[in-house]
Each structure stands twice: as C-alpha cells, then as structure tokens.
C-alpha cells in the first residue's frame, strides 16, 4: 500500500474544486502546470476537477500556492 507508506501529499477538496469558476474561459486547473512532477492532471478534459497522483507527490506545495480557491491541501498521515 503505497499510500501508507507515504507521510505527506496533496489532497483536493472535491466540494472546493470549480474549474468554472478559477478558469471560467478555459476551465483549466492552475495547479496542473504548476506540479513539476506532472501529478495532476485534468483527465476528463477542461472543466473537470483534476485528479492527484498522491502516491507519487513530493510534498512540496506549489499545487497549494497555484489554486486560487483552496481547494487543494496538505494530508500528513502516520507516525
Ligand atoms: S484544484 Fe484549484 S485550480 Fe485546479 S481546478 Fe480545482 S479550483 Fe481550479
Ligand atoms: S505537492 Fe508538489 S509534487 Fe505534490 S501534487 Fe502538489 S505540486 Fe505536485
């Protein structure tokens, strides 16, 4: 279980996410081209929430700084 292993990720609030309403022209999630690491991707398309590939995140938050409604947050779990 990867994710068990993991100290700390990124998580996206589903109920704060609105592509619609941080990109109203192109409904395009900002902290997609902000994650270097390419873990977050809008994989229905433009106007979808995006999803985070958390086991693989590096903890460093610029997803955090890149959303303009909060939506994305930092999970620490375990010891
Ligand atoms: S995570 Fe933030 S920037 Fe990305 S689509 Fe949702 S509200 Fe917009
Ligand atoms: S915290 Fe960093 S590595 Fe993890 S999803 Fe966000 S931008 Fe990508």
Do not use: N
């Not at 086991?55 to 999970?75: F, H, N, R, V, Y």
């Amino acid at each position: 279980m990867s994710l068990q292993s993991k100290k700390s990720f990124a998580s996206l609030d589903y109920t704060r996410c609105d592509p619609s309403r941080c990109d109203p022209v192109e409904g395009l999630c900002a902290a997609v081209p902000a994650c270097s690491h390419k873990l977050i991707k809008q994989l229905d398309g433009p106007f979808t929430s995006p999803v985070i590939f958390q086991d693989m995140c590096m903890g460093c938050w610029d997803c955090i700084e890149a959303c303009p409604l909060d939506a994305i947050s930092a999970t620490h779990i375990g010891s």
